[in-house]
């Protein structure tokens, strides 16, 4: 009898451009995807369906009403479990291809810890929303000599590009220092156009297979701009900007946001009325219980525990992997006597 496992790359090893030689390849592969949201959570729906031998899911966040319009991996029953994403991403793959290990890191991609969360990989694919984690990425790949796609997207608008280091610029290169918080528009304020998510993560997968079976072409480094909606469609190859810029730092060996250590400064997060700060520790939610219970409404499971001041609107959570936010507002005094008063740190 013919098994089903034999049958199923039929399809994808038919193409001339991948064939047996390229499904191979892949059975070797590691790849992580850092960010498991909007884009993050449709680069895995596709990536899921090759013979990738491992694929390492890395995200901090749990899911909320809000992502089940654009994401993919989100289910209803998600919202209430307060469910993290990398494990409906786990789910989802063991489910449609139990041939990849799939490692599943509820984490918070920091300088102190990207190494061991990264190391191994043969490529990082980023379905992130913010600039510092993929400042810090591009850093360890640089470093590491690990191939990196940066892809990011707002409204109807894309972007993406390739980072191989050695041969083409880097993400610094581009943009030669993170945007400040507000000064970029977000999906979160902004919104999306849904089309463009999988239009993009398409591009960003297409980008990695060839990565991955050794097959650069003459685009490999330069920006992709797509854009599709009301304003219409068009997309863009910016070939001139696969060149270095001798101004950047991570190229020369400088490997700035990497090496700011244990840094825990309050972050805002963008586009939201909301701040953060990672304390660089691992929290048992379950510790908190009757500390927060005593003056608050509390939810907690395995992850994180959220604790609701309803009459001041204001929301703290607290995940194990050490990040603390507080929603309703950016007051980072607050959040700072919170985590003193609760956590002691
Ligand atoms: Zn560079």
């Given at each position: 009898?013919?098994s089903?496992?034999?049958?199923?790359?039929?399809?994808?090893?038919?193409?001339?451009?991948l064939?047996?030689?390229?499904?191979?390849?892949?059975?070797?592969?590691k790849?992580?995807?850092?960010?498991?949201?909007?884009l993050?959570?449709s680069i895995?729906?596709?990536?899921a369906?090759?013979?990738?031998?491992?694929?390492?899911?890395?995200?901090?966040d749990?899911?909320?009403?809000?992502?089940?319009?654009?994401?993919?991996?989100?289910f209803?029953h998600?919202?209430?479990?307060?469910?993290?994403?990398?494990?409906?991403?786990?789910?989802?793959i063991?489910?449609?291809?139990?041939?990849?290990?799939?490692?599943?890191?509820?984490?918070?991609?920091?300088?102190?810890n990207?190494?061991?969360?990264l190391?191994?990989?043969?490529?990082?694919?980023?379905?992130?929303d913010?600039?510092a984690?993929?400042?810090?990425i591009?850093?360890?790949?640089?470093?590491n000599?690990v191939?990196y796609?940066?892809?990011?997207?707002?409204?109807?608008?894309a972007?993406?590009k390739v980072v191989?280091?050695?041969?083409?610029s880097?993400?610094?290169c581009?943009?030669p220092?993170?945007?400040?918080p507000?000064?970029?528009?977000?999906?979160?304020?902004?919104g999306?156009?849904?089309?463009?998510?999988?239009f993009?993560s398409?591009?960003?997968v297409?980008?990695?297979?060839?990565?991955?079976?050794g097959?650069?072409t003459e685009?490999?480094?330069?920006?992709?701009?797509v854009?599709?909606?009301?304003?219409?469609?068009?997309?863009?190859?910016?070939?001139a900007?696969?060149?270095?810029n001798?101004e950047c730092?991570?190229?020369?060996?400088k490997?700035?946001?990497?090496d700011?250590?244990?840094?825990?400064?309050?972050?805002?997060?963008c586009?939201?009325?909301?701040?953060?700060?990672?304390?660089d520790?691992?929290?048992a939610?379950?510790?908190?219980?009757d500390?927060?219970?005593?003056?608050?409404n509390?939810?907690?499971?395995p992850?994180l525990?959220?604790a609701?001041?309803?009459?001041?609107?204001?929301?703290?959570?607290v995940?194990s992997?050490?990040r603390?936010?507080l929603?309703?507002s950016?007051?980072?005094t607050?959040?700072?006597?919170f985590?003193?008063?609760?956590i002691?740190?």
């Amino acid at each position: 009898m013919i098994s089903i496992k034999s049958k199923r790359y039929d399809r994808l090893g038919r193409y001339h451009g991948l064939g047996e030689s390229g499904l191979s390849r892949l059975r070797d592969a590691k790849v992580s995807v850092a960010g498991c949201g909007g884009l993050g959570g449709s680069i895995i729906t596709m990536l899921a369906r090759y013979p990738v031998g491992e694929i390492r899911l890395i995200d901090r966040d749990v899911m909320d009403e809000t992502n089940l319009a654009h994401q993919a991996l989100v289910f209803e029953h998600h919202i209430a479990q307060l469910t993290p994403k990398v494990v409906s991403a786990t789910e989802y793959i063991s489910t449609v291809n139990s041939d990849i290990n799939t490692k599943s890191l509820f984490d918070d991609i920091r300088s102190n810890n990207a190494d061991e969360l990264l190391s191994g990989s043969d490529i990082v694919i980023d379905g992130l929303d913010n600039f510092a984690t993929r400042f810090i990425i591009n850093d360890w790949c640089m470093k590491n000599s690990v191939p990196y796609i940066y892809g990011g997207l707002v409204e109807s608008e894309a972007s993406m590009k390739v980072v191989v280091p050695g041969k083409t610029s880097c993400l610094r290169c581009l943009i030669p220092e993170p945007p400040e918080p507000g000064t970029v528009r977000t999906c979160d304020a902004y919104g999306v156009h849904l089309p463009i998510i999988p239009f993009l993560s398409a591009l960003m997968v297409d980008a990695a297979i060839g990565i991955l079976i050794g097959n650069e072409t003459e685009n490999t480094g330069a920006v992709i701009e797509v854009r599709l909606g009301v304003e219409g469609s068009s997309l863009r190859i910016l070939g001139a900007s696969a060149a270095q810029n001798p101004e950047c730092p991570t190229c020369q060996g400088k490997f700035e946001f990497l090496d700011s250590k244990g840094d825990n400064r309050a972050i805002s997060v963008c586009g939201q009325n909301a701040i953060a700060i990672s304390l660089d520790t691992e929290i048992a939610p379950s510790s908190l219980t009757d500390t927060l219970g005593a003056d608050f409404n509390v939810s907690v499971n395995p992850y994180l525990i959220r604790a609701m001041d309803e009459s001041n609107s204001l929301v703290y959570t607290v995940f194990s992997h050490g990040r603390v936010t507080l929603e309703g507002s950016d007051d980072e005094t607050k959040l700072r006597s919170f985590i003193s008063k609760y956590i002691g740190n």
